[in-house]
């Protein structure tokens, strides 16, 4: 039976700063639900990435993980069998995520390496997973190096790699910041297909308030590694609570000439 909730509970993330402890998450809990998208929000520096990176096992040397559980289903699965099987990842800045003299298909092969997953034809593979993200001509791509695509096409490279593993959840660590207005409509199109064919749930870290109503579900809102609100997406547009909530729906509705009610 497909696993329907990744638990994710109690994580707590310190570095030493100065020669002092620093707090940089304080136990943070979420829960992402199969086919439905939960938009992780906040200022900059509210500790949303450091965050995934910790569930991720992927923190940065100096950062360490003091505490954090995680749950698939009933059953408790470490961090590291979480990363490529379980939970699939794109981070933002696509182009500093490629090896600028490796192409398509040795990022591929990379990727399929570390996930132990064997495919008979590495080529068939990859061309089916570049086609599934609205890749044109796959096959070409396969020899392309990261400077001859596109800020939106290595996006779309970097969720299909994300996808060879078949995880049922995908963390999307701001995945459209950098590109233009056309191509992020493309990408959160993209995001939303996986939600509605796939049935993926999805983690959605972003500062784009636009993006959040569009795709959303449930949104946390986080401020100084906690979460200080968290409730459907209409709840958190027609009555945020928090003074950090309200700002942010403030600022978007602003841009439309708009206020909080
Ligand atoms: N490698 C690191 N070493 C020490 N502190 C770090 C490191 N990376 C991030 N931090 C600190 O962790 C805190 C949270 O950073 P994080 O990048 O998670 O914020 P964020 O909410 O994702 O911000 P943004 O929206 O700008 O990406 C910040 O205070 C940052 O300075």
Redo the contacts with the bound molecule.
């Keep these: 039976m497909p696993v329907s909730t990744l638990t994710l509970s109690d994580l707590r993330i310190t570095?030493h700063?100065g020669g002092k402890l620093?707090t940089?998450?304080d136990g943070l809990s979420l829960s992402v639900q199969a086919g439905r998208v939960l938009a992780l929000v906040?200022?900059?520096?509210?500790?949303?990435?450091?965050?995934c990176?910790g569930w991720l096992d992927v923190l940065?040397?100096?950062?360490k993980r003091e505490m954090g559980q995680a749950r698939l289903g009933d059953k408790a699965i470490s961090f590291a069998a979480l990363r490529g099987r379980v939970v699939g990842s794109i981070m933002?800045n696509p182009r500093s995520a490629f090896n600028p003299v490796m192409t398509m298909r040795a990022h591929a092969r990379e990727t399929l390496k570390a996930l132990g997953v064997e495919y008979a034809s590495l080529d068939d593979a990859v061309i089916a997973a570049f086609a599934d993200v609205g890749l044109d001509d796959p096959a070409g791509m396969l020899g392309l190096h990261p400077f001859e695509l596109s800020g939106g096409m290595l996006q779309r490279v970097m969720i299909a790699l994300a996808l060879l593993g078949n995880p049922p959840f995908l963390f999307a660590?701001?995945p459209t910041t950098d590109l233009d207005l056309v191509v992020q409509k493309h990408i959160l199109d993209l995001l939303e297909t996986l939600v509605t064919r796939r049935n993926m749930g999805i983690l959605l870290?972003t500062?784009d308030m636009g993006g959040v109503a569009r795709l959303a579900d449930d949104v946390a809102v986080?401020d100084q590694?906690r979460i200080v609100e968290m409730a459907p997406v209409a709840q958190i547009f027609a009555a945020p609570e928090h003074v950090i909530t309200r700002n942010l729906v403030a600022a978007h509705l602003s841009l439309y000439g708009q206020e909080v009610a």
């Design positions: 570095t700063q620093r940089l998450v906040g200022a900059s520096g509210s500790g949303k990435s450091i965050s990176a940065p040397s100096g950062v933002q660590d701001e870290v500062h986080m590694g």
